[in-house]
Every structure is written in structure tokens, then in C-alpha cells.
């Protein structure tokens, strides 16, 4: 897989996130699906990190995280191996800050409430439910904004899993 396994975990990616939202698992299912990776660990592990850990949107952006996830799974420190006699844990950051160059050129930052305020023109507190109200009414799960950004994550990093050959 290419090309066109950034262009359909681009378009899963944006799917999931307008269906079920959570950015976190749904990066993680559109790179699942498209590398036929699946392990529902890792999907669960990710619960607490969308919008920013908690919906409190001052950490890592949830998409951002996911991917973050999936590439340490495919490129990461094994228990076994804690010692790292490898160098695995450098190769992987090396890996890691690519994502997040790719999250910098697009929104200047991979905290959530600074990808917000990018996309919507101020931040919304989604763990209010009068402001995660407001978040959805200007849009939030349309195609156009969250799940865009979700789907650019997974795209991102599906690129990276080709390039590095880990699925």
C-alpha cells in the first residue's frame, strides 16, 4: 500500500470521527482498518485522550495522540527490550516529531484548544456541555472542521507507515 492507503485512512478517518467522534480512536481505527492492524488494546487505551485528554482541550490534540499510538505500536520499545539496546526509542521519535511537523505546518501547534482556535476562531471547552453545544453548532463533527482533521492525521501518518515500511 501506497498512495492509496493515505487516501483511504484520510477518508475513514474522517468518517469514524463524524460518526462515532472521539479523534483519538478514530485515527486509530481508520489506521487499523487501512493497514489491517487491528488491536482493540490500543483502541481502548486511547478512550481518555480525545479532545485533548478528557475533552479538557489543553493537551495533545486527540488525532494527533492516536496517531502517536498507532506509530509506537508499529515502531516502538518493547518490554523485552527496555534497555533499548536497539536505539528503537530514538528511531521512533524521529518518527514522531514528523507527525508533528505535519500538525505544525498545518495548524501551528498539536495542542487542541490552538488547533481549535485555528479552525473555529476560539477554543471550546468540551467538557462543559453548554460549550461542547456551542462547539457542535459551529460545526465541530461537520466534514469541514474536527473530522478534518482527524482525517489529515491518519492521512499523515499512514504516509509515515509507508515510508518507513512498518505495515
Known amino acids: ?10 477518508q475513514l478517518g474522517k468518517k469514524y470521527e463524524q460518526i462515532y467522534t472521539g479523534c483519538s480512536q478514530c485515527v486509530i ?6 493497514f489491517n492492524i ?12 480525545a479532545a485533548g485528554g478528557g475533552a479538557s482541550i489543553d ?19 518493547e518490554r523485552e527490550d527496555f534497555a533499548d539496546s536497539g536505539g528503537i526509542l530514538l528511531r521512533n521519535f524521529e518518527l514522531i516529531r514528523k507527525l508533528r511537523d505535519e500538525f505544525i505546518q498545518e495548524y501551528g501547534s498539536v495542542i487542541c484548544c490552538d488547533i481549535q482556535t485555528k479552525i473555529f476562531g ?10 461542547f453545544e456551542m462547539f457542535e453548532k459551529a460545526g465541530g463533527h461537520d466534514a469541514l472542521h474536527c473530522p478534518e482533521v482527524v ?3 491518519a492521512r499523515w501518518a499512514a504516509t509515515l507507515i509507508n515510508e518507513a515500511r512498518l505495515a
Open 29 to 34: 481505527a481508520a489506521l487499523q482498518d487501512t
Open 1 to 10: 500500500m501506497t498512495e492509496n492507503a493515505a487516501v483511504k485512512a484520510y
Open 122 to 131: 476560539r477554543s471550546y471547552y468540551l467538557a462543559d456541555m453548554d460549550e
Open 59 to 77: 493537551g495533545s490534540c486527540g488525532a494527533y495522540s492516536g496517531g502517536i499510538m498507532v506509530l509506537s505500536y508499529l515502531m516502538g520499545r
Open 151 to 153: 482525517g489529515k492525521a
Open 38 to 49: 487491528r488491536n482493540d488494546a490500543i483502541f481502548k487505551a486511547a478512550t481518555g485522550l
